[in-house]
């Protein structure tokens, strides 16, 4: 684990003891043997269902990260120019067909008006625009030049 992942468990075990120094105050002591074989049973399933679900948060993670992985390229290297953009039509990330549509560098394409790249008529400069997905923060375009097919 790294030096964040040290920290966060520190912080996690802290809060964690506070926790339970707090529970101690107010709860009642157990009494009998059994009580305590009972309770330190239920800690022990505890711990291993905790330890069972790390491990499949460990799984899943591993999963969404090669999954992004895979997406993110499949993304910058279609042979279609793929834009997203913002509620406001702000560019927050373009593929690199998209960037050659538009003639400019990727880098450079992020954080300004898509508008700015259409004539009066887009359909008039070759290219369509579908709406893929809206939501508060984003909706996507698909941007297609005039010589490729339509998608």
């Excluded at 905790?50 to 948060?57: A, F, H, I, K």
């Excluded at 050659?100 to 070759?126: E, H, K, M």
Aim: net charge positive.
């Amino acid at each position: 684990m790294g030096k964040d992942g040290t920290t966060l468990a520190r912080i996690l075990r802290h809060r964690a003891e506070q926790r339970l120094h707090d529970r101690i105050k107010t709860a009642p002591s157990p009494v009998t043997t059994a009580e305590l074989q009972r309770l330190c049973h239920e800690l022990q399933v505890h711990q291993i269902e905790l330890e069972m679900q790390n491990e499949e948060l460990q799984r899943m993670k591993t999963w969404t990260d090669s999954s992004l992985e895979r997406f993110t390229a499949l993304f910058d290297f279609a042979p279609v120019g793929y834009i997203t953009l913002d509620h406001k039509g702000t560019i927050h990330a373009v593929n690199f067909a998209g960037a050659a549509l538009l003639r400019d560098v990727r880098s450079q394409l992020v954080g300004r008006p898509f508008r700015y790249f259409l004539a009066n008529d887009p359909s008039s400069a070759g290219v369509r625009i579908v709406v893929a997905s809206e939501g508060p923060l984003r909706v996507g375009f698909l941007a297609v030049s005039a010589a490729s097919s339509p998608v």
